[in-house]
Each structure stands twice: as structure tokens, then as C-alpha cells.
Nanobody, 118 residues
């Protein structure tokens, strides 16, 4: 079984930076594509970023491109999301997810709250 645990969320001012971490247990992440999603109050879950299982390619939603950076360390079973120039619109619960086949995120963490004040 694969379990994911997010951490690093918090309350920050607009323009600040924050790094989210996702720790996996039960299995190495070397063969899983990984992604970050978020859900703001009153909104549906939206895609934030994705990194391939080889770690060679990354993808970002237009809303965060240029500000967020996804990375991974498979030896440590860790995935990260570096968030810079945070905006109030980034306020949401952020979820880490694992995709073993390239088309469906099978495993999800419980989420970590990020709040950005203006």
C-alpha cells in the first residue's frame, strides 16, 4: 500500500514563499508520476503541477506557471512543491497524488492548508 502525507502548509502574506512536502510510505515512488492538486473553498479540485515518474518532465497549470516548482527525490520517497510570489487566489487545501499508470491518480494524501492573506 502507498500512503501519502503532505506537510508545510500555513498562513502567509501575499508575495511570500512556501514549500510543501509529500512523504510516501509503503513503496518507492520511482515508477509513479506524481502531482499536486488544490481545492479552494466553494471550488472544485484543480490541477496544479505534475512530474513524470522518471523526473525528466514537469507540467504546471497556467495559474502557477513561473511561480511554482515541482521536484522529487525518489531515494527519499519525497515530492516537493516550491511556491513563490503567493497570491490570495492560491489559498486552498493542497493535495499530493500518485499516478502509477499515467492516466489516473490512484493514491491521495489528506491535504495541507495554505492560506495567503492580502
Amino acid at each position: 500500500q502507498v500512503q501519502l502525507l503532505e506537510s508545510g502548509g500555513g498562513l502567509v502574506q501575499a508575495g511570500a514563499s512556501l514549500t510543501l512536502s509529500c512523504a510516501a510510505s509503503g513503496r518507492t515512488l520511482s515508477n509513479y508520476a506524481m502531482g499536486w492538486f488544490r481545492r479552494a473553498p466553494g471550488k472544485e479540485r484543480e490541477f496544479v503541477s505534475r512530474i513524470t515518474w522518471r523526473g525528466e518532465s514537469t507540467y504546471y497549470a497556467d495559474a502557477v506557471k513561473g511561480r511554482f516548482t515541482i521536484s522529487r527525490d525518489n531515494a527519499k520517497n519525497m515530492v516537493y512543491l516550491q511556491m513563490n510570489s503567493l497570491k490570495p487566489e492560491d489559498t486552498a487545501v493542497y493535495y499530493c497524488a500518485a499516478d502509477p499508470f499515467g492516466y489516473d491518480y490512484e493514491y491521495w494524501g489528506q491535504g495541507t492548508q495554505v492560506t495567503v492573506s492580502s
